[in-house]
C-alpha cells in the first residue's frame, strides 16, 4: 500500500513566491526524504529529516516533520522558474532482508516567470 | 547527477524484441535498485540488489530479467514486452539497507509499439 502521499497534486505559483507542498505517511518511520524530478528525468535527492528532527534547512528549502501526525512538509522560499519540477517524498518501511523506499504520486510545481 | 549512468537514454522495441537496458553507478555503493515510473503513477520498485544478490522482486513479470554482474553494474533484461510496459526505467544506487539517501540516473525512456 502507498505510504507517502503528497498534497496538492499540482501547484502553480509566480517566481518569487514561497511554495509549499505536503505529504502524509500511514506508518512509523526513522526517516522522511523529499527528492526532485525535472520532467523526463531522474530523481535528485533534496533533504532527508530524520524521525527525532522536527526541521531542517537548506539553501531555500525548509522541511518540517510532525510525528503525531504523519506529515511532512516542504517549503521553497523565493522561488524560480528553475524550480519547475514534481517533487516526492519518501519513506523507507522494511521489507523481509532490506529496507526499501516508498514514493508518493508527488506535486507537480510549476512556477511561472 | 552523473554518479549513475543510463543507457541508452531512449528506446524504441517492438513486442517481439529482445533488448537490454544498462546501469552503471561510480559512487562505490552496494545496493542498486529499478524503478518503474508510469504517468499517473507513484515509482514502482521492480527490484533490488544488495552485494550482487537479488533481494527483492516486487512481483515483477518474468518478461524483465535484472542482472548484476557486479556492485557498479545492473543490467534489465527485456524480452517479448507488452505496450503497457511503456514506461520511464529508473536505475538508483544506495548504501546497503536503502533507508538512506538513494542516487538515481537520467533513466530510459522505453516505448513498446
Known amino acids: 500500500s502507498q505510504q507517502g502521499e503528497e498534497d496538492p497534486q499540482a501547484l502553480s505559483i509566480q517566481e518569487g513566491e514561497n511554495a509549499t507542498m505536503n505529504c502524509s505517511y500511514k506508518t512509523s518511520i526513522n526517516n522522511l526524504q523529499w527528492y526532485r524530478q525535472n520532467s523526463g528525468r531522474g530523481l535528485v535527492h533534496l533533504i532527508l529529516i530524520r524521525s527525532n528532527e522536527r526541521e531542517k534547512h537548506s539553501g531555500r528549502l525548509r522541511v518540517t516533520l510532525d510525528t503525531s501526525k504523519k506529515s511532512s512538509s516542504l517549503l521553497i522560499t523565493a522561488s524560480r522558474a528553475a524550480d519547475t519540477a514534481s517533487y516526492f517524498c519518501?519513506?523507507?518501511?522494511?521489507?523481509?532482508?532490506?529496507?526499501?523506499?516508498?514514493f508518493g504520486k508527488g506535486t507537480l510545481l510549476t512556477v511561472n516567470p | 547527477e552523473t554518479g549513475v549512468t543510463q543507457t541508452p537514454r531512449h528506446l524504441v522495441m517492438g513486442m517481439t524484441n529482445k533488448k537490454s537496458l544498462k546501469c552503471e553507478q561510480h559512487l562505490g555503493h552496494n545496493a542498486m535498485y529499478w524503478y518503474k515510473q508510469s504517468a499517473k503513477k507513484p515509482l514502482e520498485l521492480m527490484f533490488v540488489?544488495?552485494?550482487?544478490?537479488?533481494?527483492e522482486n516486487n512481483s515483477v513479470p518474468s518478461r524483465f530479467s535484472p542482472e548484476c554482474p557486479n556492485s557498479s553494474h545492473l543490467f534489465l533484461h527485456l524480452h517479448t514486452l507488452q505496450p503497457e510496459d511503456s514506461a520511464l526505467y529508473l536505475c538508483a544506487s544506495s548504501q546497503p539497507g536503502g533507508a538512506d539517501t538513494q542516487y538515481f540516473g537520467p533513466g530510459t525512456r522505453l516505448t513498446v509499439l
Open positions: 519518501a519513506t523507507p518501511n522494511s521489507g523481509g532482508s532490506n529496507y526499501k523506499l516508498t
Open positions: 540488489y544488495n552485494f550482487k544478490e537479488q533481494t
